[in-house]
């Protein structure tokens, strides 16, 4: 079974190509993501809001 579905996916890529065109910002501060990490994150996060399969966040 995967760990994350389709639409979670999706979010990810979206994020990881606006990452890639400069186009991301990070949420509070508004400045431009350059990790590939942290935009894998604000994918998930965007995915978790709009109710897809995701596993919940290490703490």
């Known amino acids: 079974m995967p760990r994350y579905s389709k639409k979670s ?3 990810v ?3 990881m190509d606006e990452m890639k065109r400069g186009e991301l910002k990070s949420g509070r501060s508004g400045k431009k993501v350059t990790n590939p990490r942290q ?4 994918g998930l996060s965007e995915a978790r809001k709009s109710g897809a399969k995701v596993p919940k ?3």
């Open 9 to 11: 996916q999706q979010k």
């Open 39 to 42: 935009a894998i994150a604000i």
């Open 57 to 59: 966040k290490n703490s």
């Open 13 to 15: 890529k979206k994020a």
